[in-house]
């Protein structure tokens, strides 16, 4: 079993990981608050903003980012009072730790489930992207009692087959010893997101750690979802795609989703690639909580 279990190679790629982690961490909005939360796969650190007695906004990021990425959107996704609760998945570089292996998508689903569980949310808005974004999406296939709404951001292999250039650049980027091949190849992959240039790098600096050698990587790839697994998603959704995806032919994305996801709205965004748009991110995802909230209260008023 320890083979299948995600672990940094030793004390010292954690400590050099960390460091760089909590730098870009730094860059989120205060005061942010830290939780721990048991499951059977193992200990999920969670970070929380906001003391707003709404339903939680939940952020999962792609694989290796950390919730460091969501620093510049937090602030606009808690204005309304919905606090903000940025997980870090077990079996990736954080301080999560994992002590059970994740080898299927039912079991990605009973981890996050117990995480809100022990969160003690009983509904949440989900915001995924990249590899977030297949697990929220899979959450809303396998467990969606909880699931208020679905923001998707470029969910990889969930819609459409993940571009073969990108796989090959993320083994070279993993294998290779150059930290300026790893920058390019990043570089291009994320696109201009709109950050400020202090913390495009620090998020920068977080991934060339993750993609370094230090740490083992043993979660289960992302899949895709067939189309039955796609339609019997009822969450309002919002689908966000980058028009230039190095990752997602999102032509091929976005049809699907409208064959598939019947209460799904589409968002192409012109020159945008693999990264998280903020600008958009910080409009769509406080109008999708808007409209999931309101569809909820006219729902309730029918049953009155």
Known sequence: MGSEISTFTGDEARERFLAVYDHAMGFWPGPREEQDVETGYGTTRVHRYGTGDGTPVVLLSGANATPAVWASC?????????????????????????????????????????????????????VGHSYGAWVAL????????????LLLVEPVAALSPVKPRFLLGAVVATVMKSDDFRRRWFGRLIGDTGETPDVAEAQTRVALEALGGGFRWRLMPPRKMTDEQLRSVTAPTTLVLGERSRAIDCARAAARARRCLP??????????????????????????????????????????
């Open 74 to 126: 937090v602030a606009a996704f808690a204005a309304d009072g919905h606090p903000v609760l940025a997980v870090e998945r077990v079996g990736e570089p954080g301080r999560s730790i994992q002590t059970a292996p994740i080898r299927t998508p039912e079991a990605m689903a009973a981890w996050l489930e117990e995480v809100l569980a022990g969160l003690g949310a009983d509904r949440v808005h989900l």
């Open 138 to 149: 899979n959450q809303a296939v396998r467990a969606p009692a909880r699931i208020a709404s």
């Open 263 to 304: 209460h799904a709205r589409g968002v192409i965004v012109p020159g945008a690639g693999h990264g998280l748009p903020v600008s958009v991110l910080n409009s769509e995802v406080p109008a999708l909580v808007r409209r999931a909230e309101a569809a909820e209260v006219r729902e309730a008023a029918k049953e009155a």
